[in-house]
């Protein structure tokens, strides 16, 4: 292959890499457990389970979060996904 060749599959190849990582951040189901409560799967290994009046209280402080997040973003720790 000419170097062009070569250098145009090596960028092709970047942009699907890129294309395939940003498609799986995002990928979130849901589904109710055994118990009842509503499990979201796709934010790390494990699922995450509350009961509907803890999704609640965790949505209504949806802003103080954010806040909070902003207050202490110095501190805290970004997960770096594969």
Known sequence: MA???????????????????NAGQRNL??????????SVYGLGRFPVTLYIEQWNTLLDSADALRAFMRDHETELKRLERR
């Open 29 to 38: 189901s849901f589904k109710v457990s055994e118990k009842g409560g509503i």
């Open 3 to 21: 170097t062009d060749e070569l250098q145009q599959e090596l960028e092709r190849l970047r942009a699907e890499n890129a294309a395939l990582k």
